[in-house]
């Protein structure tokens, strides 16, 4: 039995610039964080010849080119297996469609199991390249390398996206800083699921296209990325609050899918309850409310009044794991 594990993740600056629909004519930046919610992938052998895959159907087939999931398909043929007398089950903390990045945590995590099954050695690096190839380039999707990155790596990481590759390093917090940061971030479910890609399409469009406005957008969104940068590595948390708020004017710009009445209701029950800044999390049109707070308790009171539900997390500076071998 082999269990591996991927974090999910919260993208703390520079959300949308890590699209190769950008990347490739303006370099993109980003600061992502991962928690300790995860995408777990088990895999095991078992006495039939056919593949058993197990998710929200299950599929039983001869071999893995058979499958209807394109994921669980093309990270198969990526790692060179077909799958015979192999049963895989994936599990997660956090439903899919809800901007936390379990996608690319699905492929990644999944693409580790099947190494590890294989016996190869695979650098976080790689691990995310292959998960981005997968999603990307052999299956179209209009989505960033963020999420890929980010749950191979773990941490508080920067990125910086070019045609030639990406570049990671770790944000250079203090530990006070780091704590205070853990403690005065607060997360809620907004009740609604979405696909990413239904609202990335349109960034995406607008940008090969080279729509102004949106490449306009991504530019401010990016130098709101390296301003965030530049007030938590000095340890300047209530400045990041208030980024991260245009952040969120600057993201809400991008598309009408990304927010709707009731998010906006519940962004500006926050903001005049405690929160300093804030912006929801993901591609937007649903999922998850972030916000940072230095007053948690009047926060908190404010939001379960209006019927959400706090998800508490932490941290993970592991990345994608294999958890039992």
């Given amino acids: 039995m082999i269990i591996t594990r991927s974090p999910l993740r919260i993208t703390l600056g520079g959300g949308g610039t890590d699209l190769p629909s950008y990347y490739n004519d303006h370099e993109g930046f980003l600061i992502a964080a991962a928690i300790d919610r995860y995408v777990y992938i088990t895999v095991h052998e078992t006495f039939v010849e056919d593949l058993i895959v197990k998710y929200a159907k299950l599929e039983r087939v001869a071999c893995a080119a058979e499958l209807e999931h394109p ?16 049963e895989i089950t994936s599990m997660a903390d956090i439903p899919a469609g809800t901007g936390l990045g379990s996608s690319g945590s699905f492929t990644t995590a999944l693409l580790k199991a099947l190494h590890t099954y294989r016996h190869n050695l695979v650098h976080s690096q790689e691990l995310a390249e292959q998960a981005c190839q997968i999603e990307i380039e052999r299956l179209g999707e209009p989505v960033g390398k963020q999420d890929q990155y980010i749950s191979a790596f773990g941490g508080l990481t920067c990125f910086r996206f070019t045609k030639d590759g990406v570049k990671a390093w770790p944000l250079a917090l203090s530990e006070e800083t780091q704590l205070n940061l853990t403690d005065n971030l607060v997360m809620y479910f907004t009740g609604y699921s979405r696909n990413a890609a239904s609202v990335l399409t349109e960034q995406n469009t ?56 009731n998010i906006d209701a519940w962004y500006d029950i926050a903001m005049a309850n405690g ?11 649903g999922g998850f409310l ?15 009044a209006a019927g959400l ?8 500076f592991l990345g994608t794991q294999v958890v039992v071998r």
């Fill in 71 to 86: 994921l669980i398909r093309e990270a198969f043929a990526c790692v060179g297996l077909t799958g015979k007398y192999l």
């Fill in 206 to 261: 607008k940008t090969r296209k080279g729509d102004g406005d949106m490449i306009n957008n991504l530019h401010h969104v990016k130098e709101l990325g390296l301003r965030s940068k530049e007030v938590l590595e000095s340890g300047n948390l209530t400045e990041f609050g208030r980024i991260l708020h245009e952040h969120w004017l600057y993201k809400r710009q991008r598309s009408a899918a990304i927010s709707n009445t």
């Fill in 275 to 285: 929160a300093i800044g804030g912006k929801l999390i993901g591609a937007g049109g």
């Fill in 290 to 304: 972030l916000f940072y707070t230095e007053d948690k308790r009047r926060l908190r009171h404010a939001m379960m």
């Fill in 309 to 316: 539900k706090e998800v508490p997390f932490r941290f993970d």
